[in-house]
C-alpha cells in the first residue's frame, strides 16, 4: 500500500480497505486482523482509544472487549447510539500482549487516522486516554484535561479518561460518566444532563433540533 492508494482514496471504507492490507509496521505481521474503525461514515462524532486488544484482534472491530462494554454503558447512559458515531483507534493493529503503542507505531499509523478526519469531518472528537490525547495535544496530562472541551477550528475535542481505565480504577466511573453527559450537552446544548443519576439519562436524549450533528 502506498501513500498515493490513501490519497486516491474516496470513502472511509476505502481508507478501511487499504488498512487492512497495511503491511508498514511489525504490527502487520503479528495481528489477526486490522481494525480500521466502525461506525457511521456520515458521523459527526468520532470516538479516537488508543489501540485493538485482543477481541478487537480476533474480529476487527474496535471497542468489543470489556472497555468496550463499559463504552457501551457510557454512551448508552449518555443517550448515544454507536450506530450513530464512528470509532476508531490512533493505531489499528494490536500490539503483542496488548503493551502500549510505541512511537514508531503511532508515527506509520497517524496516516491513516488523519485521513479518517478528513474523511469523516467531525464535528467532535472525543479523545480516549492519553495516547489520542497525545496525538492531538502533545504533552498535555489526561487527569488535568478530562471532561474540558476546547475548540480548534471548526471542530471540538473533548479529552475524556479509556474506559479501561476506569476498569482498573472503579473511582473514575463517575468521573466517565460526568464526562460521557459532556458529550450530549455538546451534541445538544439544550439537554439537561442528569449528572450521574440514571433516571434521568433519557432527559440527554439528542432532540430533533441537533439531529443535524448526527
Ligand atoms: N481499547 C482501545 O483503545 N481500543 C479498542 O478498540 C479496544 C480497547
Do not use: W
Not at 3 to 19: E, F, S
Not at 63 to 92: C, Q, Y
Not at 159 to 167: F, G, M, N, Q, V
Not at 177 to 188: H, Q, R, S, V, W
Amino acid at each position: 500500500m502506498t501513500l498515493t492508494d490513501l490519497k486516491n482514496a474516496d470513502t472511509m471504507g476505502d481508507v478501511a480497505a487499504i488498512i487492512r492490507q497495511c503491511r508498514d509496521c511489525p504490527l502487520g505481521e503479528s495481528r489477526t486482523n486490522a481494525v480500521p474503525g466502525a461506525g457511521s461514515d456520515q458521523a459527526s462524532v468520532l470516538f479516537i482509544g488508543e489501540a485493538p486488544g485482543l477481541k478487537e484482534d480476533q474480529q476487527g472491530v474496535p471497542f468489543v472487549g470489556s472497555a468496550g462494554n463499559l463504552l457501551n454503558t457510557m454512551l448508552d447512559r449518555a443517550g448515544i447510539s454507536r450506530e450513530n458515531v464512528f470509532i476508531t483507534n490512533t493505531i489499528k493493529c494490536r500490539p503483542p500482549n496488548n503493551r502500549d503503542p510505541e512511537q514508531v507505531e503511532i508515527d506509520t499509523c497517524k496516516k491513516y487516522l488523519r485521513s479518517q478526519i478528513a474523511k469523516l469531518n467531525p464535528k467532535l472528537v472525543v479523545t480516549l486516554g492519553r495516547f489520542a490525547l497525545e496525538y492531538f495535544f502533545p504533552g498535555e496530562r489526561i487527569s488535568r484535561v478530562h471532561g474540558a472541551p476546547r475548540q480548534l477550528g471548526d471542530r471540538t475535542y473533548l479529552p475524556l479518561y479509556h474506559p479501561a481505565a476506569a476498569l482498573h480504577n472503579p473511582g473514575l466511573r463517575d468521573t466517565l460518566l460526568e464526562d460521557f453527559l459532556t458529550i450530549a450537552k455538546l451534541i445538544n446544548p439544550l439537554s439537561v444532563a442528569g449528572g450521574t443519576d440514571s433516571s434521568k439519562s433519557n432527559s440527554v436524549k439528542p432532540r430533533p433540533k441537533q439531529l443535524d450533528l448526527f
